[in-house]
């Protein structure tokens, strides 16, 4: 068997089915397609990327609104360009997986059996939404409340949680996350490689992200360069710990 022409011919009844599937779904009209399982529904046929299932969140300030620790003009792009960017594929992937139905929480629970595409563009989309929550023109400071009294209890102090937060951040090597977790067994510092998070089966240090920090270059790459560490340091003037709070509370529900 001629790999090539196998590879070759896979690909052209798969182009097939495709071709058919969106043929069929175009001469259905507005009103049938709208009667589909989301998984048969393909994104010409629900008109406009504001119907997709997975929207780009609006961010609760505006794009200078964290300077001068993160500047305007990575959150732009950050934001409209890579958020945006692992959004759309998103969309895209769970349409194509037949995932339209599944919830987060389950695609990510078994993100090990999807496709890599999954795993990649769904962490982004979530951990970025997630990550703009996490920051506040009026954050900063020590934690209070309940996570106040929690990250004493697990590290001892604010600082000491403040501390390894900050180590897992810089040490994670390449491109990936740092994260606060809800565990079964207290709240745990962690970090993952690219996009992946805690919610996903694929991760060691599994349980309910209540804090999260981007430390891939883009995120800080066109105001500190090089320096990671400098941007992790910002990044502390920014939290917002009232978010952190809720979701802590959230999670012990
Ligand atoms: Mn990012």
């Not at 996490?134 to 929690?150: L, Q, W």
């Not at 690219?194 to 105001?223: C, F």
């Amino acid at each position: 068997m001629c790999y090539i022409c196998s590879r070759n011919n896979k690909n052209l009844k798969m182009d097939k089915r495709t071709f058919l599937k969106n043929t069929a779904i175009l001469t259905l009209g507005g009103a049938v397609a709208a009667s589909l399982p989301g998984s048969l529904k393909s994104a010409a046929a629900r008109g406009s990327a504001a119907e997709d299932r997975f929207q780009l969140p609006k961010l609760d300030y505006a794009y200078d609104a964290l300077e001068p620790h993160i500047d305007a003009m990575t959150m732009e792009i950050h934001h409209s360009k890579h958020h945006a960017g692992y959004t759309r594929k998103f969309n895209a992937a769970v349409e194509s997986a037949g995932l339209g139905d599944a919830s987060l929480k389950d695609i990510f629970g078994k993100v090990s059996q999807h496709p890599v595409g999954i795993r990649n563009n769904g962490g982004g989309f979530y951990n970025h939404t997630l990550f703009w929550k996490c920051m506040s023109p009026t954050g900063g400071g020590t934690a209070g409340g309940d996570i106040g009294k929690a990250l004493d209890k697990n590290f001892g102090s604010f600082d000491k949680f403040r501390e390894l937060f900050s180590k897992a951040a810089a040490t994670r090597f390449g491109s990936g996350w740092a994260w606060l977790v809800k565990t079964e067994s207290g709240l745990v510092v962690s970090s993952t490689p690219n996009q992946d998070n805690p919610l996903m089966d694929v991760t060691e240090q599994q349980g309910y992200p209540l804090l999260a920090i981007d430390v891939w270059e883009h995120a800080y790459y066109l105001k500190y360069q090089n320096k990671r560490t400098d941007y992790i340091a910002a990044f502390w003037n920014v939290i917002d710990w009232d978010y952190v709070n809720e979701r802590f509370n959230q999670a012990a529900k």
